[in-house]
Structures are given as C-alpha cells and as structure tokens.
DNA sequence: GCATTAACCACAG
DNA sequence: CTGTGGTTAATGC
C-alpha cells in the first residue's frame, strides 16, 4: 500500500511552469494554486481510466506517462508517450466528461490537478493563456495526423525506426537510454505486434544500427543516419 | 506464380 | 515478458 502525497500547489513559484501558465497573471495564479493539487505518482501508476469520469485537468510537473486506448478487439494501443512539462487531456475534458482514454505514469512523477472550472476561467480570462493553451493542443493534432500517416504508409522497420529516433531525441536527448517501456508495450505504440518487433530489434542490432541488453532494454543508436534513412524510407 | 511482409499461434526460457 | 519457429493471408512484381 504506497501513499500518495498530496501537496497544496504553490502555482507561483512552481519552476515547473507550462508556457500556458506562464501568461497567467499573479492574481490568475493565485487562483490556480488554490484549486489545484500536485500529486506525487510511483511508475506503473494511473492517472486516470477510460471510460470513467474525467473530474480534473491533468498537468505532468515532471514525468513520462503514457496515454493508451483499448479497442474493440480489448488490445491497448498506446497513443502517445508524454513527457513532462505537458497538459494532459485538454481535448478530452472540454469536450466530455468521460475520458476517452487512459493515462498511466511509466515513471516515478509529479501531476497536477487542476480543477475544470477554474481552468475554464482562467481560459476566458486570459487570452494569452488561452492561446498556448490552443498551441499545444494544435501540436497534439498535428502529432495525431503525423502519426496517422506513417503508422498507415510505413513498415515495421520505418515505424520502429520512427519510435527510437522519438525516444532518443525528443524524450531523452541521448542515443543512449533505457526503454521506459517493455517490447510489447513497444508493439502497442507502434501498432505491430510483439514478435514482429523483437524481430525487427534483432535485425537492427545485426546490422549494428543499435546497441542492446538487459531486461530493461538499455538502447544505444550506434547509427543514427542510418535510423533516419530507414525512418524516411519506411 | 513466386517472393515478401507481418500477424497469429504455440511453446520454451 | 521475450525469443523463435512454423503457418497463413495479403500484397507486390
């Protein structure tokens, strides 16, 4: 039984500020702080479920969490892997009140609450706010369209390519790290199956484009051009 | 037709 | 959970 750490927010002298919270004036953040709560999360934790209903916006302080989907043949699709500082369900949440999907942290971190109303206030009240706000959730789509289409158009090798040239560049800022995730969850982002990847990783580290071992995989991109090539080519 | 790609299954570690 | 081998269905040349 672990215990979660409730802290009362402290919006104003968060050093973890979104650009969205950043346009909020001090008055603004006063208000946040009082209606939201951070809460610290252990890996492997949910933030929130699909299918039950959303009370709350959702900003990852620190952390990586993923955001899945199970369909209708009960599969988990993971549909994106974020990484902290980021707001969480904007889209979901303004819209319905049922998550459409679930989030679930990959590793040890910090969420904040953030009550709807008051978001929704501060939306109406601040249009700088507002505005970054509807930049992110832009980037959001525009990631989703991106997606959409090499998943679609590009093999295996392209789409697995695509996934260790994310996590190495856009997550870790390193050709080497470990995988936040295990090979089957690795076949869920990409849509493929498990087998197939751990093929595709084999063939990858015979040609010396990658580095590998351990339970948790500890990566290494040896040949990162030739990543790209395979990335573009699909 | 034949080759390739990749999913599904089964089984072992 | 992961790796492997066999099978199979779809698609391409």
Do not use: W
Not at 14 to 19: G, T, V, Y
Request: a neutral charge.
């Amino acid at each position: 039984m672990q215990e979660q750490i409730i802290t009362k927010n402290q919006c104003k002298i968060c050093d973890e500020k979104s650009c969205a919270v950043s346009a909020l004036k001090e008055d603004e953040l006063e208000l946040m702080s009082r209606n939201s709560s951070q809460v610290h999360f252990q890996e492997e934790e949910m933030i929130f479920k699909q299918n039950s209903p959303a009370s709350h916006i959702i900003f990852i302080k620190q952390g990586l969490v993923k955001e899945h989907m199970s369909g209708p043949n009960k599969k988990d699709q993971i549909l994106k892997i974020v990484k902290g500082p980021a707001f969480l369900r904007v889209a979901s949440k303004l819209k319905y009140n049922i998550n459409s999907y679930s989030a679930t942290t990959l590793t040890e971190s910090k969420i904040c609450f953030i009550d709807i109303g008051v978001f929704k206030d501060l939306l109406f009240k601040n249009s700088s706010f507002s505005y970054e706000v509807l930049i992110s959730v832009c980037e959001d789509g525009l990631y989703c369209f991106d997606k959409f289409v090499n998943q679609t158009q590009k093999h295996i090798h392209g789409r697995l390519a695509d996934a260790l040239l994310f996590f190495s560049s856009e997550i870790y800022n390193d050709s080497h790290f470990t995988l936040p995730i295990t090979i089957t969850e690795l076949a869920d982002l990409i849509g493929s199956s498990r087998e197939s990847v751990s093929r595709c990783l084999q063939t990858f580290k015979k040609e010396e484009i990658i580095g590998f071992n351990g339970q948790k995989i500890c990566m290494n991109i040896l040949d990162k051009t030739k990543l790209q090539i395979i990335s573009k080519a699909g």
